[in-house]
């Protein structure tokens, strides 16, 4: 099992975030019979509704995943 960084760490805090495309393929692979993703990070990726919904049908699915970060941090 591994982990999966996709934080928007701070020297990428004015770049382009997880948008629904992205969210949509990372669904996708959490869907997988094969994924062994344990661990999976997506602090500040401010997710809009649809891109959560691609992540939460994916996370729904993946027998490996036990733990998952959606934090927000609003430092400024």
Request: with cysteine.
């Amino acid at each position: 099992m591994s982990s999966l960084n996709l934080a928007n760490v701070d020297c990428y805090k004015n770049k382009v975030k997880l948008g629904t495309k992205g969210a949509e393929e990372l669904g996708n692979l959490l869907r997988h019979p094969m994924c062994l993703i344990s661990h999976l990070d997506l602090t500040d990726n401010a997710l809009t509704t649809d891109a959560l919904s691609h992540i939460i049908t994916g996370v729904q699915a993946c027998k490996s995943l036990v733990s998952l970060n959606l934090s927000q941090n609003d430092m400024g």
